[in-house]
């Protein structure tokens, strides 16, 4: 049972650290492109 706990707390562990920030860093990416186009498309 302890392999087992330690297996879960290493995927959420490696989890938080890889495919968090690379989401984080998605949506902001997305988030600024939204802005700018809305910004141009105003008159």
Excluded at 19 to 28: E, G, S, V
Aim: proline fraction near 5%.
């Amino acid at each position: 049972f302890m392999l087992y706990g330690f297996c879960q707390c290493l995927d959420t562990f490696l989890y938080v650290w890889t495919f968090l920030p690379i989401r984080i860093t998605l949506a902001l990416i997305q988030a600024i492109g939204t802005l700018c186009r809305l910004r141009t498309s105003k008159p």
